[in-house]
């Protein structure tokens, strides 16, 4: 399908045939429409016709018709590919033009590039499946292809590949996360200082990297955080270190980057069954002790955060910086 244009006017489609390629047989609401779209043509706005059915133009269009739309400089379309977005239609029947049309999308990535780290875990794959299903360019960064997100040197390398190949950068996803269980009193220093590379310094280099891009055109900064970012648990200091680090990370830059019109905002995770997780989850006690936390009654699922990650990237939370969204069942508010 053609690319559309900045404002899209339908004119008279009425689910079979355009009847503006016809003899109406009524003067008067066919003048009426020409007087209207008129008004808009001397306004600036362009006058596009699409045909439901695809090609028309083996009809016989009256010499009126032929007139207007050659005077309108009328854009042709044929409908076949898919649903073509639309600002404002004129129709003389007053029929739902629903099943041809839909209003501009605002949860589209359509051709935004996206960036998303910790791409091969179950939450990752999520994400990317997500976006690429809402239109989206995705560039997928994990250690299981051989990519460090603490090798600082090599991400700015590969992002700047990304930017000159694209030409933008919009969007940013640190989800890349590692944890070591251990009681405080016996963790260890190594592992410490992998926690805090990995899922603290990471998304602040990168999130420093990609501003280099986005300062020019804006974007979205999302940051993967948990229940951790907000409660005490018991044998992962590092963990709930690094990630209420990072919630507070994400405040500081949503802050200072709105002036670019860059949004940073976390996502906070309860608890999922991943392959993260699986320790919780194949002890019986402990899964039951957690599920009964969850008003919802049940673990997540990495399904269950496409739609609040497609929100968060897309014009949909245009004016949402600087926040805390909970995909959690429930965790955080339950009471008693």
Request: glycine residues 8%; hydrophobic residues 35%; charged residues 25%.
């Amino acid at each position: 399908m053609a690319k559309i244009i900045k404002k899209v006017y339908c004119i008279d489609i009425d689910g079979t045939i355009c009847n503006i390629c016809k003899d109406y047989g009524k003067a008067a609401p066919y003048l009426d429409r020409i007087e209207k779209i008129n008004k808009l043509y001397d306004k600036g706005h362009t006058i596009v016709y699409f045909s439901a059915r695809g090609s028309t133009t083996g009809l016989d269009w009256s010499e009126l018709t032929k007139k207007q739309f050659k005077k309108w400089n009328v854009k042709y379309h044929k409908l076949i590919l898919g649903k073509p977005f639309f600002d404002y239609c004129l129709d003389d029947k007053g029929i739902s033009l629903s099943k041809f049309f839909r209003k501009k999308d605002i949860f589209s990535l359509a051709n935004r590039v996206a960036i998303i780290t910790g791409s091969s875990g179950d939450i990752g794959k999520a994400i990317c499946e997500a976006f690429l299903e809402f239109g989206a360019i995705v560039y997928k960064i994990d250690s299981k292809d051989g990519k460090d997100v603490s090798n600082y040197k090599q991400m700015e390398k590969d992002i700047n590949g990304i930017y000159r190949k694209e030409k933008r950068i919009d969007i940013l996803v640190n989800c890349a996360g590692v944890t070591f269980p251990e009681s405080s009193e016996k963790y260890q220093e190594n592992k410490w200082n992998k926690t805090l590379s990995v899922n603290l310094k990471a998304p602040f280099k990168l999130s420093q990297i990609v501003f280099n891009y986005m300062k020019k055109t804006g974007g979205s900064i999302i940051n993967i955080t948990s229940l951790w970012s907000e409660l005490g648990f018991i044998d992962n200091p590092a963990y709930g270190a690094s990630k209420g680090g990072l919630k507070q990370l994400t405040k500081c830059l949503a802050t200072e980057w709105a002036k670019y019109n860059i949004r940073v905002n976390n996502l906070g995770l309860g608890y999922f069954k991943t392959n993260m997780t699986k320790r919780s989850w194949s002890q019986q006690n402990l899964r039951k002790e957690r599920t009964n936390k969850i008003s919802l009654g049940r673990w997540g699922e990495p399904e269950d955060i496409m739609g609040t990650v497609v929100f968060l990237a897309s014009d949909a939370s245009r004016y949402i910086t600087g926040q805390d969204i909970y995909v959690d069942g429930g965790w955080l508010s339950k009471g008693l």
